[in-house]
Nanobody, 119 residues
Framework: VQLQASGGGWVQAGDSLKLSCAAA????VGWFRQAPGKEREFVAA????????AFAKSVKGRFTISRDNTKNTVDLQMNSLKPEDTAVYYC?????????????????WGQGTLVTVSS
């Protein structure tokens, strides 16, 4: 299983950015992030085929997650970005279709993509 995250970059506070994960899987996909000096944390997840989603409290209402099963992609749309959203973002998948906010439930990880939000 191979996952590849893309779309990171440098933005200003209040801007939007969309991350994309190439994920040719029929299982749940999650996004996690890791800020410098901090542990990796859950951001959002989506079920297979995409009827259920879950979000961390810190991003609920600002981020959305969606998947295009014809293109095998899972997108994380990030709006109203804040400096505290600065982190390396990772996508990951687990072995069933149910979204989870538990890091250890995910077994396959892509490389990260860096998001930097300046104030």
């Amino acid at each position: 299983v191979q996952l590849q995250a893309s779309g990171g970059g440098w933005v200003q506070a209040g801007d939007s950015l969309k991350l994309s994960c190439a994920a040719a899987v029929r299982t749940a996909v999650g996004w996690f992030r890791q800020a410098p000096g901090k542990e990796r944390e859950f951001v959002a997840a989506i079920s297979w085929p995409g009827t259920k989603t879950a979000f961390a409290k810190s991003v609920k209402g600002r981020f959305t997650i969606s998947r295009d099963n014809t293109k095998n992609t899972v997108d994380l749309q990030m709006n109203s970005l804040k400096p505290e959203d600065t982190a390396v973002y990772y996508c990951a998948t687990r072995d069933n279709q149910y979204p989870s906010d538990v890091l250890n439930d995910y077994y396959y990880w892509g490389q990260g993509t860096l998001v930097t939000v300046s104030s």
